[in-house]
């Protein structure tokens, strides 16, 4: 506890880009006196897990262009990054490398430590958060316990899906568990991979920008053996054009299926249907709404003079979508869109996300016949994984999406690629655990992340907000943003700072009703914060 019991204004769980993005709009804007930044893990302090340096390489790009990367405030005359543009001029094409944001994040947040004396970062990991009258208290796994008037959950993508044939008990078999990587941006885990041949064999779970994240490290370590990259649908995304023109297909007019919606006389199935069809008319692919499976238009179909050449980009469409999905949500319910959306999921990421252009290059070269790696792209769905009979491999029973056939890979190495897992009503860990069961968190009417209101407030709660990628249910909902691009850094940044003017609104009353001087870190946590 603090000296004299006196709370810290703002409490914010995980130091990545919105924690960080958080802490230091708060502190510049004047918005709370006294700021405590926890974090787990000290490499992950700016760039969390997408671009700190415990897990990016050197080689892992930005999947947006530098222009898009910046998380300026829309209603501040400062911004978060300042000096960014020095140092990454923000080219609407350039990529950049993630452990360099990381660490210019980190950079930034070091110049707030060195200026404010109020704010802080310490080590430590949240298990609890228990509310109290106006304040809460938050837990840390040593069982230290802070004091705070509110406090900010910016856990991000510390959640990863896994298929039921990875599961924990499968893995409780070490000669199985020493041959597959869980979480690829984990530290301990990644050196796993220093282990397989190197003209062995690796099947990566995924086909989306995780899987091409694993792949780049497989490619950059040295491996030179064969990689199947396997999904149930083998979708992959399509790189970024060279030159994004943010094309809007509809800048003075409606989409046509949201007359339908208006008029209220077509089913939602009808409605679907139709906006496919727009989508057909002004990308060239074809969603077959029935399979989901995506063709593009043939050469001959697209000379041929009953079709309009294709001008726009699948991004520059649903970009232009996007401000209609808050209407669209409303007249399915949020259930309804929350099914259509886990339906689609798959093909939303692939129509939606884009990859730089390096590392889409990297992946096509390495589809060429005797390219060193090789690789496969496989829809399939994995049913078993065992030890071979010599013990040297692993056996994979898969059934082929295209012919229905099970077979058997046999590979050195798997690679869980998934992605970050945004249901947490059965997360193992004790602090998803405890604010499910205090009845503070509960899951979205979407099924994506947690039921917060437009300012991240926990539907249960009164002093806990959320942000980031555990709020993306509810951003589909207000801002109309679907998928990957709901947790991105231009994604996020505005309901991040509509989250931070509603904390900020509430600490001027808490701290109005309880007058005193700002905290200082009791000798407790003094031994916790980082050193430098
Ligand atoms: C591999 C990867 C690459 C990506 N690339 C891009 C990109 O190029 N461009 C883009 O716009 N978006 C990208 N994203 C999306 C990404 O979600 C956001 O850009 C952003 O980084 C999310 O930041 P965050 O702070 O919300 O979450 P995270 O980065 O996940 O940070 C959460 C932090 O909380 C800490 N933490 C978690 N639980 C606890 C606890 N109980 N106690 C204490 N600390 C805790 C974690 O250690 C972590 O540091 C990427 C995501 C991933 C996973």
Redesign the pocket.
């Known amino acids: 506890m603090f000296e004299k019991n006196q709370p810290i204004d703002v409490v914010i769980?995980?130091?990545?880009?919105?924690?960080?993005k958080m802490a230091v709009d708060l502190l510049q804007n004047h918005q709370a006196r006294s700021v405590v930044l926890?974090?787990?893990?000290e490499g992950?302090?700016g760039?969390?897990?997408?671009?700190?340096t415990a897990?990016?390489d050197n080689m892992?790009?930005?999947?947006?262009p530098a222009s898009?990367?910046k998380g300026t405030s829309y209603n501040l005359d400062f911004d978060f990054l300042s000096g960014f543009e020095d140092k990454f001029s923000p080219d609407r094409r350039k990529?950049m490398n993630?452990r360099e944001y990381g660490e210019f994040i980190k950079r930034r947040l070091a110049r707030m430590k060195a200026r404010y004396d109020d704010f802080q970062i310490i080590q430590?990991?949240?298990?609890d958060i228990k509310e109290k009258g106006h304040f809460n208290i938050v837990s840390l796994a040593d069982g230290t316990e802070i004091k705070a008037r509110h406090t900010v959950i910016?856990?991000?993508?510390?959640e990863l899906k896994r298929l039921p044939c990875l599961s924990d008990e499968v893995l409780s078999d070490p000669d199985i568990a020493e041959r597959v990587t869980v979480n690829q941006?984990d530290v301990n885990e990644k050196s796993k991979l220093k282990n397989i041949p190197r003209y062995g064999s690796v099947l990566i779970v995924g086909t989306g920008?995780?899987g091409d994240?694993a792949f780049r490290s497989l490619l950059h370590s040295g491996f030179r053996g064969n990689v199947i990259m396997a999904s149930r649908n083998g979708y992959r995304h399509f790189p970024y054009r060279n030159k994004h023109k943010d094309l809007k297909p509809y800048r003075n007019s409606v989409p046509a299926f949201m007359w339908q919606i208006r008029a209220g006389n077509y089913s939602p199935k009808e409605v679907l249907q139709s906006a496919l069809n727009e989508f057909e008319q002004l990308t060239g692919i074809h969603v077959n709404s029935e399979t989901g499976q995506l063709r593009r238009r043939t050469l001959w179909e697209r000379a041929s003079q009953t079709i309009r050449p294709v001008p726009y980009s699948s991004e520059e469409v649903l970009n232009d979508w996007q401000r209609y999905v808050p209407e669209i949500a409303e007249f399915l319910g949020p259930k309804e869109f929350g099914k259509v959306i886990s339906h689609y999921g798959a093909l939303l990421n692939t129509l939606r996300v884009g990859a730089g252009y390096d590392v889409s290059r990297e992946i096509r070269n390495a589809q060429k016949l005797g390219a060193r790696p090789f690789l496969s792209i496989k829809a399939a769905n994995l049913m078993d994984v065992r030890l071979s009979s010599a013990g040297q491999k692993l056996n994979v029973t898969y059934k082929d999406t295209e012919t229905g056939e099970e077979q058997v890979w046999q590979v050195d190495h798997i690679i869980s690629s998934l992605?970050?897992n945004y249901d947490f009503s059965h997360s193992n860990?004790s602090?998803w655990q405890n604010l499910y069961r205090r009845g503070y968190a509960s899951t979205h009417a979407t099924g994506v992340g947690l039921d917060v209101n437009k300012n991240g407030l926990l539907a249960g709660a009164k002093t806990i907000t959320a942000?980031?990628?555990v709020t993306a249910g509810q951003r589909m909902l207000d801002d109309g943003i679907i998928g990957?691009p709901a947790?991105?850094?231009?994604?996020?940044s505005s309901s991040i700072d509509r989250a931070r003017e509603a904390v900020a609104q509430k600490i001027r009353k808490s701290v109005s009703r309880n007058q005193g001087a700002a905290p200082k870190l009791s000798p407790e946590l003094e031994r916790l914060k980082y050193a430098w």
């Open positions: 769980i995980g130091g990545g880009f919105s924690g960080s926890i974090e787990k893990n992950m302090i760039g969390g897990l997408a671009y700190g897990c990016a892992h790009q930005t999947n947006l898009r990367m990529v993630r430590g990991e949240v298990h910016a856990t991000g993508n510390s941006w920008l995780s994240d992605g970050p860990h602090l942000i980031g990628p990957p947790y991105s850094v231009p994604g996020m």
